[in-house]
């Protein structure tokens, strides 16, 4: 069964800092690339980051420098360090395998809110 659980979420102002986290189910965590996705009202979600089994990551250039993805294989854990955060990174963020896999494209957690504003 595919469980994905994110936290960390919250209310920052511009020039601020969040760490996220997700709990990934262990079968799926240790097969897959893991990935954080966004989404804003109105959006479609978007990946802002992914890492590999190996620890190599990926970002597109509206976050790169900001965001770092990273995983603890031991604890089943993946996190995203976001750093500089801007009003347009406002968001519903979600971690789930990167690119979606037929087993987890339809299974999404909760996901986390982060709302950047002063």
């Known amino acids: 069964q595919v469980q994905l659980v994110e936290s960390g979420g919250g209310l920052v102002q511009p020039g601020g800092s969040l760490r996220l986290s997700c709990a990934a189910s262990?079968?799926?965590?240790?097969?897959?690339?893991m990935g954080w996705y966004r989404q804003a009202p109105g959006n479609q979600r978007e990946l802002v980051a992914a890492?590999?089994?190996?620890?190599?990551?990926s970002y597109p250039d509206s976050v790169k420098g900001r965001f770092t993805i990273s995983r603890d294989m031991a604890k089943n854990m993946v996190y995203l360090q976001m750093n500089s955060l801007k009003p347009e990174d406002t968001a519903v963020y979600y971690c789930?395998?990167?690119?979606?896999?037929?087993?987890?494209?339809?299974?999404w957690g909760q996901g986390t809110q982060v709302t950047v504003s002063s």
């Open positions: 890492i590999t089994r190996r620890g190599t990551t």
């Open positions: 262990g079968v799926i965590f240790s097969i897959y690339s």
């Open positions: 789930n395998t990167a690119p979606l896999v037929a087993t987890t494209k339809d299974f």
